[in-house]
């Protein structure tokens, strides 16, 4: 499945095939915002939740690689260097 694909579906379809063959690969929190990572195929999809965490805001799919940075500076490679 392309981004396009996936873009063209319903939300319901689209919940459905995150659910089904999504992969949560990172989280991030904001003081207004929860977000958890998917990666579905060679496209990630971002999900923001409330700062509660049990209401959905929005979702936004995307493959560019920079879109991944807040995710990024999250992790620590200091044992690893």
């Known amino acids: 499945m392309t981004l396009q ?7 319901n ?7 089904t063959e999504g992969v ?14 998917f990666q579905i195929e060679g496209f990630y999809v971002e999900v923001f939740f409330n700062d509660l965490g049990d209401e959905v ?6 493959e560019d690689m920079e ?3 807040p995710y990024l500076q999250g992790i620590d490679l200091s044992e690893v260097l």
Do not use: H, M, Y
Not at 13 to 19: D, E, S, V, Y
């Open 67 to 69: 879109e991944l940075e």
């Open 24 to 37: 949560c690969v990172a989280d991030r929190k904001t003081e207004e915002v929860q977000a958890l990572l």
């Open 13 to 19: 379809k689209q919940n459905k095939k995150l659910l």
């Open 57 to 62: 805001l929005f979702s936004r799919s995307f």
């Open 5 to 11: 694909n996936f873009r063209a579906l319903t939300q």
